[in-house]
């Protein structure tokens, strides 16, 4: 889903430019005052964690391979502030490392999946724990479905902004879209469950942080 | 420690590898956008924006199969939105095809949409090609930070970077353990992604730690969210030339697609 530089008109770059900067100065002002200077060091790892967990790859089917994005559980262990911020130097330093997703694009990119990937899977999760009660099903139920939707939402976003630009229309490139994420959107849920049920189980205080 | 695959070249010798990393972060950024506000269909300009990204390449003496490799990561991008091309249904229709029932139409227009994104979208990569496998990404963080990202995002981002290699072995290891463990051949899908879950889980838990531990030791160390660096970024004369050179050339095309 990292759009490349071309596909966006100018008008779309612009845009979403200006809302991914203003989501990254709220996210850096908000993890400085909850978390202080920690928050360099700690941003910055967990980036790299996601950079790391990318590369395990999983089979899917007919030879192809899936990997793990990350930001529906950065939302649901941290907060949708922290998705933001982690998702915004991922984001960048793919652009720049491995030219995943282009330079003009890059507003774009860090508003589908940081910005609307992180918020979504915050926000279904804490909806629905709060809706299936306190027991730790019903966690990794929220999760999964989290981590689904948070995909899918991700995917839209991306083809209204092509269809917006005029690239694709968008009576095609939304369900197109759309139907190809909810099949991977299905394996980041299942391993949003698995490493949340994990976590659960060794660690069950890093699922208490403080989210930002 | 041996990720060759971050970026690659970056440490070789060429006159584009010794330009200010400014220079060429300013260069890529007005010419992705110079390439990203062309118009559709207007082929020649798209060629002599190449032959530009091309004399660049040759400079840089980074390998050309290299590149082009690389470039070939908006491959599937390119083929999602190819596939999007039949439904334009606005136009002259090039050639149409039937499945089943389904009557399908290629319109002259889609197939110029499509052959122009795609154009922009190799130029545009091409150039951020040149730029990363001839910069080193701490001297692009450098760069980024004078052309006034915020400072904290920028230290967020070297630690990042810092962190991927250590991070990275420790997949390896992980990855290592799981396939000497008969992971590849046999079991069922559902058991191999929760295998990957745990995988994931486990360093997530470690980078937590890892993080605490790097922040204790850091302000043991003083750290007051600050850091001081020895900038050693200069502007040089062969930065000028560079400028001038890439400046004439590209005003030089944007005055001939005005004129045509």
């Not at chain 1, 652009?95 to 915050?122: E, K, R």
């Not at chain 1, 981590?147 to 095609?172: F, M, Q, R």
């Not at chain 2, 990957?196 to 969210?225: H, K």
């Amino acid at each position: 889903m990292h759009i490349p530089d071309g596909f966006l008109s100018t008008a779309t770059v612009a845009t979403t430019y200006v809302i991914s900067a203003g989501g990254i100065g709220n996210a850096v002002r908000l993890a400085n005052k909850n978390l202080g200077e920690k928050h360099i060091p700690m941003m910055g790892i967990l980036a790299a964690f996601i950079f790391a967990a990318q590369m395990l790859n999983f089979p899917v089917a007919g030879g192809t391979s899936g990997h793990f994005l990350g930001a529906a559980l950065v939302a649901i262990l941290l907060g949708p502030w922290a998705a933001v911020l982690i998702m915004a130097v991922v984001l960048t330093g793919q652009c720049f490392i491995f030219q995943d997703g282009g330079i003009l694009a890059l507003g774009a990119n860090i508003f589908n999946m940081g910005i609307v990937g992180g918020f979504s899977a915050y926000y279904i999760y804490k909806g629905l724990s709060a809706v299936l009660g306190d027991s730790n099903r019903s966690k990794l139920i929220s999760g999964f479905a989290a981590s689904w939707a948070s995909v899918l939402l991700a995917s839209i976003a991306c083809a209204i902004e092509l269809a917006v630009s005029g690239t694709s229309p968008l009576s095609v490139a939304l369900p197109a879209m759309a139907g190809v994420h909810a099949i991977i959107g299905v394996g980041e849920g299942l391993i949003t469950v698995a490493v949340v049920s994990l976590v659960m189980a060794t660690r069950s205080d890093l699922l208490k942080l403080q989210r930002i | 420690m041996k990720h060759s695959f971050l970026d690659k070249y970056s440490d070789k010798d060429s006159l584009i590898h010794r330009l200010d990393p400014r220079t060429k972060l300013v260069a890529a950024l007005v010419f992705i956008a110079l390439v990203v506000l062309l118009p559709h269909a207007s082929w020649l300009t798209y060629s002599l924006y190449f032959t530009v990204v091309a004399a660049l390449i040759i400079i840089s003496r980074v390998p050309v199969t290299y590149i082009f490799l690389r470039s070939l990561v908006i491959v599937p991008f390119v083929l999602m939105v190819a596939l999007f091309i039949p439904f334009f249904k606005e136009g002259v229709e090039a050639f149409s095809f039937n499945i089943f029932s389904w009557h399908l139409s290629v319109t002259y227009e889609g197939l110029e949409t499509l052959g122009s994104v795609m154009a922009k979208a190799w130029l545009s990569i091409l150039f951020l090609i040149v730029l990363t496998s001839t910069t080193t990404f701490s001297n692009i963080l450098k760069a980024l930070e004078s052309l006034k990202i915020p400072r904290v995002l920028v230290m967020i981002m070297s630690f990042m970077y810092r962190y991927i290699f250590v991070l990275t072995d420790e997949v390896m290891r992980m990855k290592q353990a799981r396939d000497s463990r008969n992971f590849g051949s046999g079991g069922k899908r559902l058991w191999q992604i929760k295998t990957v879950g745990n995988m994931i889980g486990t360093l997530f838990i470690r980078s937590y730690e890892r993080g605490e531990r790097v922040y204790a030791s850091m302000v043991a160390r003083g750290f007051d969210g600050h850091s001081r660096t020895l900038d050693r970024l200069c502007f040089k004369p062969a930065d000028v030339y560079f400028v001038i050179a890439l400046g004439t050339s590209l005003t030089l095309i944007t005055l001939l697609n005005l004129l045509y």
